[in-house]
């Protein structure tokens, strides 16, 4: 229950194109659900997070879409570009302390 | 500003060594984490803290121990090391707030274990 499922594994889009990657989760207690980014031999990095209360939040080219009664959410990054290519984490939070579960990361490539 | 430090970068340990991931903040936050990141399986946090002297384990706290002494350091100890503890461990600090806030990450260290 504890568990948060990330989908695809890799992703290969073409310059321009759109990036969709998909999270589901079980324990309707998560109250908290960031996207982080990490690029090769780096931290991640957070890119956007969202809230059980909204249904959509957009920060320039990087949406993340949130449908509660399916417990599902997803980020989805428009007109993408080559330096978009990294690893992107969906998370959950539970409550206080801030400690997330991860997804386990969809390998995105950008061709131009 | 260094934000999260850690040291080292890279290290090899022979089975049964022991060793222990330094992880420095500068930023003033109260809460600090360890994970590890296996291949295909994202990060799963082994210990966090809430604050100088208190530690509780995460998701996968077996054969590590951690200590938080002051608000800037939290290093991770590994007592015996088995090739099972092969991978990149991160360490990560955010504030203490009403709200969830961000977590930010230090460039890891990659450890493998032969």
């Known amino acids: 229950q504890q568990q948060v499922k990330q989908s695809p594994q890799s992703l290969i889009v073409q310059k321009g194109g759109i990036s969709i990657i998909n999270c589901a989760y079980e324990n309707t207690a998560f109250d908290y659900f960031p996207w982080y980014q990490q690029f090769p031999g780096k931290g991640p990095a957070l890119l956007i997070a969202i809230r059980p209360d909204v249904s959509e939040k957009k920060e320039g080219r990087f949406t993340i879409s949130f449908n509660k009664s399916a417990k599902q959410f997803s980020l989805h990054i428009m007109d993408s570009q080559p330096g978009d290519s990294a690893t992107y984490f969906c998370a959950a939070s539970l409550g206080g302390y801030n400690k997330l579960i991860f997804g386990a990361g969809t390998r995105l490539a950008v061709h131009p | 500003n260094a934000g999260v430090t850690q040291t080292p970068k890279f290290r090899i340990l022979k089975i049964g060594q022991s060793m222990t991931l330094q992880c420095t903040q500068d930023?003033?936050?109260?809460?600090m984490y360890w994970y590890r990141q296996d291949p295909g399986m994202g990060l799963k946090l082994i210990y966090y803290?809430?604050?100088?002297?208190?530690?509780d384990k995460g998701e996968v706290p077996n054969g590590y121990n951690v200590s938080r002494s002051t608000t800037e350091d939290f290093p991770l100890r590994l007592e015996l090391a088995a090739p099972s503890q092969t991978s990149v461990y991160f360490c990560a600090s955010s504030l203490r707030t009403e709200s969830h806030n961000e977590q930010f990450f230090g460039p890891g260290t990659r450890l493998t274990v032969l």
């Open positions: 803290s809430v604050g100088a002297g208190i530690t």
């Open positions: 930023m003033n936050h109260n809460y």
